[in-house]
């Protein structure tokens, strides 16, 4: 598990985002983000890239636990609730898996326990081993 923790601090655009991941384990994951000015949109709320971004980090820790590759192939997201300040958490849990295919929900809620926005996503999980990252 701890190469997939090493993976996953090199993740250059979840740290550029300020995402933090807080729990990886079979099939799951958790991550917050404090919401920062960078996050919100024109009307001053948080992005729905932003929500986005930290779902899919979580959605990747997840379906990359096991300590093989995992490449989405699908992702869906329902924006539930507005979110303009405080910090953001997402927690992941795998529905389905199989040897190529693997489908993950992803709950993002704010710091009161609402649901901000659901994520479903689906990944083929290739035979390739979680590595160091390619380094140009």
Known sequence: MQ???????????AKHSGIELLEIGAGR??????IADAHLNGVSLVHGG???????LVFAAASNSYGTVAVAINASIWFVKAAREGTLYAEGVETSRN???ATYSIKVTDEAGETVALFEGMVYRKKDPIGPPARE
């Open 99 to 101: 040897p190529k295919l």
């Open 50 to 56: 932003a929500i986005f971004t930290l779902a899919d």
């Open 29 to 34: 994951a958790k991550a917050r983000m404090t």
């Open 3 to 13: 190469a997939i923790w090493d993976f996953f601090k090199n993740d250059r655009y």
